[in-house]
Nanobody
Framework: QVQLVESGGGLVQAGGSLRLSCAAS????????MRWHRQAPGKQRELVAT???????NYVDSVKGRFTISRDNAKNTVYLQMNSLKPEDTGVYYC???????????WGQGTQVTVSS
């Protein structure tokens, strides 16, 4: 079974930076599509960033120029570098994996990001 282990969340002041990590196991990582989502209390879960097996990246407009998604296939890990953080970035961030072999999504446990004003 696919397992995703996330780390890197925490409390940071507005304008600060955090780097989230998500380590995957139980699948051929190099052929997957990886995504980061986030969800604030009382709000819908939102797709934040995507990186494909071919290296294509995409971001929601609100984080463009501030966030960078990347992957290290040797470590089976996807990252989300978050710079110039704003209070509206606060929420639980979830790692998501799409497997082309199973055609299933897998989710991490989530990591809390809190940005103080």
């Amino acid at each position: 079974q696919v397992q995703l282990v996330e780390s890197g969340g925490g409390l940071v002041q507005a304008g600060g930076s955090l780097r989230l990590s998500c380590a995957a196991s139980g699948t051929i990582f190099s052929i997957t599509t990886m995504r980061w989502h986030r969800q604030a209390p009382g709000k819908q879960r939102e797709l934040v960033a995507t990186i494909t097996s071919g290296g294509y990246t995409n971001y929601v407009d609100s984080v463009k120029g501030r966030f960078t998604i990347s992957r290290d296939n040797a470590k089976n890990t996807v990252y989300l570098q978050m710079n110039s953080l704003k209070p509206e970035d606060t929420g639980v961030y979830y790692c998501n994996l799409w497997s082309p072999t199973t055609r299933l999504n897998s989710w991490g446990q989530g990591t809390q990001v809190t940005v103080s004003s």
